[in-house]
């Protein structure tokens, strides 16, 4: 998808292709999931139906978090091995704010619009979002307040999303039974290691199983449920060691690893793998001054040679 949405930018020259593309008026041409989407009670409604049935269509997450005042939509390609084309980013945020423009029936401004990408268009962006545009974040992140996802949807109707839901709840179901129920929970897991310890209870709730049906099935598999949140929670670290820009201890926090030897014991062991080739890689030790250091991947990642470097951590950021 990625080289689609690089091909699309390139033929068209437009720096504003991706936010023509997110925004599309005719309903007609709504796909099943933002018609489900759009006969919700509320934008906060929409957003958890996009994010439940995304799977569908592609390897991509919706990761909503709430914090404080703030409700923030992050898109995650779950595949990809670099980073995502502005052009795609531009067009599911664009998508986003059409969504909730179209269901409460009028304009919805985001608080704020956080992009990785160095400093390009800010005024083009500022007048299509109508907010302020961060860039050089960490992700990137659509920021709502929690009163504009509470509002209610015009275009509720309980009666046409009996009619479209049951049909996408169905197959989401076969697309969950193609997959072990440990691949589902630890698919799960990382969702929700957000900032928090996720409980066996948690996770169960979202299967919509019992928490006893849960530890049954997994004893079938012969997995055991908290070395799925130990491995869930070392994978999330991995991929966000080499696809952002967050810092170690940060890092540790967002995979919900409170005791930082905890988070960097996989990695100064012995049995430390490289986390892009799998091969054996040089044991690591935690930091001990009080300069972060950040790790990225260099241009030459595919040797499996990683640059560090230090950098202060921006503020207010997801």
Known sequence: MGALYCAIFEVSGDPAIGLKLGTEERMERY????????????????????????????????????RGDECAVQFLWLLADRPEPATLVDACFASIVAIGGRGT????????????????HRKMYESYFQCPVKFGARHNVLVFTRADVDQ???????????????QLEAELSRHLAQKTLT???????????????????????????????????????RAKFQQLVEDARRELAQHYLLHSSLELNETAIFSATKM?????APFTSGR?????NGGPCMPIAPARNTRRLR????????????????????????
Do not use: W
């Not at 900032?195 to 709730?205: E, H």
């Open 31 to 66: 796909s099943p999931i933002a018609i489900a989407a759009l006969y919700t009670r509320s934008f906060r409604d929409a957003l958890q139906r996009m994010a439940r049935y995304k799977q569908l269509t592609c390897p991509e997450e919706i990761k909503i978090t709430e």
């Open 295 to 318: 790790v990225r991947n260099s241009e030459s990642l595919d040797s499996g040679v990683f640059t560090k470097r230090t950098e202060s951590s921006a503020n207010g950021s997801f």
């Open 272 to 276: 430390a793998r490289h986390p892009v």
């Open 105 to 120: 029936g009028r304009t919805v401004h985001p608080k704020r619009l956080e992009f990785q990408r160095p400093e390009s």
């Open 152 to 166: 209610p949807f015009l275009t509720h109707n309980a009666e046409l999303l009996a009619l479209v839901a049951p």
């Open 183 to 221: 691949d589902q929970v630890k698919g799960l897991l990382k969702k929700l290691l957000a900032g928090q310890r996720p409980t066996l209870r948690d996770v169960a709730r979202e299967l919509r199983l019992s928490t006893r049906t849960l530890q049954r099935r997994l004893a079938a598999e």
């Open 260 to 264: 930082r030897t905890r988070f960097f």
